[in-house]
């Protein structure tokens, strides 16, 4: 079964700054992979998603992740972080196999507190 | 704009009530999963069904929930009896057919003192 670890419960930036969350996923083989953004009081809502081709892929909000087979890594990044990215960021894997459940299973989530 | 709406975003309830959670699913999405986020679990999949069968409640307590899908446009989660630590907020999320990309409700915050 496919798991997913995001390493860092909690990240703390200063507005402007650079971003990058970190995920690690383990799967005998290329799987699905997600970024879900969650703001305080809302339901979970898709930044950006991998399935295939070019590793790098481009998401809403100005998000971009980065699929690194050899790592076995999927980290989301931003240039430069708005206030309102403030949130809790969830990665998901989901299996290319297995009768085609399309379940997702989700990192324990990171949350990013972002200073003026 | 199409949203998955849950109802109701908030309840309070006694020990030993019934709870029912609704979620009205995106018009042609054939998938429901309901999760449970806690700050100590995190986001756990309770149960989804796909085309109104159930296809996985194996993360449901089975004594006192239960998951149903009446039809195409409604899924409800049931609590009886409930019990201060089902406190929790309860998420519905939907998918197209074929597809991994699940657009999540945005909860029912349930709380039972």
């Known amino acids: 079964a496919q798991s997913v670890t995001q390493p860092d419960i909690h990240i703390t930036v200063s507005e402007g700054a650079s971003l990058e969350l970190r995920c690690n996923y383990s799967y005998g083989a290329t799987p699905y992979l997600f970024w879900y953004v969650q703001s305080p009081g809302q339901g979970l809502q898709l930044l950006l998603k991998?399935?295939?081709?070019?590793?790098l892929v481009q998401g809403i909000k100005g998000f971009e992740a980065e699929f690194k087979r050899s790592q076995s890594s999927f980290n989301l990044r931003k240039p430069s972080v708005h206030w309102s990215d403030a949130a809790e960021y969830f990665c998901?894997?989901?299996?290319?196999?297995?009768?085609?459940?399309?379940?997702?299973?989700f990192g324990k989530g990171t949350l990013l507190t972002v200073n003026p | 704009d199409a949203r998955v709406t849950q109802t109701p975003r908030d309840k309070v309830t006694e020990m030993g009530q019934e709870v029912t959670m609704r979620c009205q699913p995106i018009l042609g999405h054939n998938t429901v999963f309901w999760y449970r986020q806690t700050m100590k679990q995190g986001l756990e999949l309770l149960a989804y069904f796909r085309n109104r069968a159930p296809l996985d409640d194996s993360g449901m307590p089975k004594d006192r929930f239960s998951a149903e899908m009446p039809d195409a446009t409604l899924a409800t989660l049931k609590i009886q009896p409930s019990e201060p630590r089902d406190s929790a907020v309860y998420f519905c999320?939907?998918?197209?057919?074929?597809?991994?990309?699940?657009?999540f409700g945005p909860g029912t915050r349930l709380t039972v003192t």
């Open positions: 999320a939907s998918a197209p057919p074929n597809s991994y990309e699940q657009y």
């Open positions: 991998y399935f295939s081709g070019d590793t």
């Open positions: 998901a894997v989901g299996a290319r196999s297995g009768g085609s459940n399309y379940k997702l299973t």
